[in-house]
């Protein structure tokens, strides 16, 4: 076995979008981090399509990622909010909130893939692939890590270590944090298709099934992510490419015109999943290890990257990256959008589900309500954009940092 390293500045667990991004934030060549990463090479074939907000893409823009990106995103400029049977609509315009996009979408794959290659070129970034910790001790200095890495087993010593390893994160079992978890009862469906409408509108659309979205992938293609009961959701992705456009078209409404799938839906099991606490000693939980988020509203990665951001703020001028102190103050500095967005993707998920279809005319009431106040919309559409705390510190740290 490998003589344990000296002091690492940082150990990620989990070299997926949100462990990637962390070590492009904190790569500066003089911090030694290391990435340990279960995957050789990002799998490919994952047909998820990523709403970035206008809060990510600034972001991603200060951490010199977003160029690379940006050749294959689309801007989305209207999101159009809608329920099924039901007059009450509201639009959140780019042109009414002073930006030129309120997000952008991008391929899932793309996106995990240009993080991954950023951070593995990164000055000081060791990216050990495939490779997973099998141990793990902590005493009041450190965290000692056992690796079983791609050249066999080796060891580092940090004094900050990052859970980012997922919904499933074999790390935050390790240091046992628990999580709570809610089932929502509702299966996902993706599925690539070809339709009419705006190419830059992206839809949101209240069904009797469940929420549907409707994002924009370039000209006529579309990602739709249609939330079902799991039992709808076999027998619907089950169906004839011509049976299953027939559905969406009846869901979505005529005004698209021809609707055609591009290939089989994809089907994801919806869960809430959140660890009962941020971090346990000198392991912090990041990403989908710390919460995984229902999928509507398209909020899950962009929140977990302004924790990135906000975990390199506070760890900028830290002495040490691991200590209590540090660790805390940077979870109540994001608690709040944290909870905000929380109770936000609930909202979507649950409330336009729960309780049945016979409250239809009191929600469409409150998309009415919703276009008719432009103060709520423009709060609606600030919480969209992953603005509405506001991304001064965050956002000015890597402004400051990176030309
Ligand atoms: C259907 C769907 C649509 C979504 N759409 C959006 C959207 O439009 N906008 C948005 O902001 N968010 C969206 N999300 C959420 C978004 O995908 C997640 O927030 C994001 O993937 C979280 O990234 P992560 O790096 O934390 O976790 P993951 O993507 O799960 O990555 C975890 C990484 O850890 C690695 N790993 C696992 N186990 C180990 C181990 N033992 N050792 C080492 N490494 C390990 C994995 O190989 C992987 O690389 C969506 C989610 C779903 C399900």
């Given at each position: 076995m490998a003589e344990p390293q000296a002091h690492q500045e940082l150990v990620i667990v989990g070299g997926g979008p949100v462990g990637a991004a962390l070590a492009i934030a904190l790569a500066d060549g003089v911090r030694a981090i290391t990435v340990v990463e279960?995957?050789?090479?990002?799998?490919?074939?994952?047909?998820r399509a990523t709403a970035l907000s206008e809060s990510s893409v600034r972001l991603l823009g200060a951490l010199g990622v977003w160029p690379e990106l940006a050749g294959d995103a689309v801007p989305i400029h209207t999101v159009e909010v809608s329920q099924q049977g039901h007059y009450g609509r509201t639009r959140l315009r780019a042109e009414d909130q002073g930006v030129r996009a309120l997000g952008q979408v991008v391929a899932y794959d793309g996106l995990a893939r240009g993080l991954a290659e950023r951070a593995r070129g990164a000055p000081g970034v060791e990216w050990l692939a495939p490779a997973t910790v099998a141990g793990l001790d902590q005493d009041a200095d450190g965290v000692r890590l056992r690796i079983d890495g791609p050249d066999g087993p080796t060891e580092r010593r940090t004094r900050l270590a990052v859970a980012?390893?997922?919904?499933?994160?074999p790390l935050r079992e390790r240091i046992g944090i628990g999580v709570r978890e809610y089932d929502y009862g509702q299966t996902a469906l993706l599925l690539p298709l070809e339709t009419g409408g705006d190419p830059n509108t992206g839809y949101e659309r209240f069904t009797s099934d469940g929420p549907m979205a409707l994002l924009p992938a370039g000209g006529r293609r579309r990602t739709l992510i249609w939330t079902l009961p799991p039992e709808r959701a076999e027998a619907t992705a089950a169906l004839a490419p011509e049976r299953l456009a027939e559905c969406v078209a009846t869901r979505l409404g005529r005004s698209f015109g021809p609707i055609v799938p591009q290939g089989p839906p994809a089907a994801w099991p919806l869960h809430r999943v959140e660890a009962e606490r941020g971090h346990d000693g000198r392991v912090a939980l990041l990403g989908n290890a710390a919460r995984t988020l229902h999928p509507v509203g398209a909020q899950g990665f962009n929140l977990a990257l302004r924790d990135v951001c906000g975990l390199a703020a506070a760890l900028e001028h830290a002495r040490d990256p691991g200590d209590d102190e540090t660790l805390a103050a940077w979870s109540r500095a994001r608690q709040a959008d944290r909870w905000q967005t929380r109770l936000f993707t609930d909202v979507l998920a649950r409330g336009f589900v729960r309780g049945g279809y016979g409250l239809g005319a009191l929600r469409a009431g409150a998309l009415l309500g919703l276009d008719s106040c432009s103060i709520a919309r423009d709060g609606l559409a600030s919480q969209t954009m992953g603005l509405l705390g506001g991304l001064p510190r965050v956002g000015s740290w890597h402004l400051e940092r990176r030309p």
């Amino acid at each position: 076995m490998a003589e344990p390293q000296a002091h690492q500045e940082l150990v990620i667990v989990g070299g997926g979008p949100v462990g990637a991004a962390l070590a492009i934030a904190l790569a500066d060549g003089v911090r030694a981090i290391t990435v340990v990463e279960a995957q050789a090479s990002p799998p490919g074939g994952d047909t998820r399509a990523t709403a970035l907000s206008e809060s990510s893409v600034r972001l991603l823009g200060a951490l010199g990622v977003w160029p690379e990106l940006a050749g294959d995103a689309v801007p989305i400029h209207t999101v159009e909010v809608s329920q099924q049977g039901h007059y009450g609509r509201t639009r959140l315009r780019a042109e009414d909130q002073g930006v030129r996009a309120l997000g952008q979408v991008v391929a899932y794959d793309g996106l995990a893939r240009g993080l991954a290659e950023r951070a593995r070129g990164a000055p000081g970034v060791e990216w050990l692939a495939p490779a997973t910790v099998a141990g793990l001790d902590q005493d009041a200095d450190g965290v000692r890590l056992r690796i079983d890495g791609p050249d066999g087993p080796t060891e580092r010593r940090t004094r900050l270590a990052v859970a980012a390893d997922g919904t499933r994160s074999p790390l935050r079992e390790r240091i046992g944090i628990g999580v709570r978890e809610y089932d929502y009862g509702q299966t996902a469906l993706l599925l690539p298709l070809e339709t009419g409408g705006d190419p830059n509108t992206g839809y949101e659309r209240f069904t009797s099934d469940g929420p549907m979205a409707l994002l924009p992938a370039g000209g006529r293609r579309r990602t739709l992510i249609w939330t079902l009961p799991p039992e709808r959701a076999e027998a619907t992705a089950a169906l004839a490419p011509e049976r299953l456009a027939e559905c969406v078209a009846t869901r979505l409404g005529r005004s698209f015109g021809p609707i055609v799938p591009q290939g089989p839906p994809a089907a994801w099991p919806l869960h809430r999943v959140e660890a009962e606490r941020g971090h346990d000693g000198r392991v912090a939980l990041l990403g989908n290890a710390a919460r995984t988020l229902h999928p509507v509203g398209a909020q899950g990665f962009n929140l977990a990257l302004r924790d990135v951001c906000g975990l390199a703020a506070a760890l900028e001028h830290a002495r040490d990256p691991g200590d209590d102190e540090t660790l805390a103050a940077w979870s109540r500095a994001r608690q709040a959008d944290r909870w905000q967005t929380r109770l936000f993707t609930d909202v979507l998920a649950r409330g336009f589900v729960r309780g049945g279809y016979g409250l239809g005319a009191l929600r469409a009431g409150a998309l009415l309500g919703l276009d008719s106040c432009s103060i709520a919309r423009d709060g609606l559409a600030s919480q969209t954009m992953g603005l509405l705390g506001g991304l001064p510190r965050v956002g000015s740290w890597h402004l400051e940092r990176r030309p």
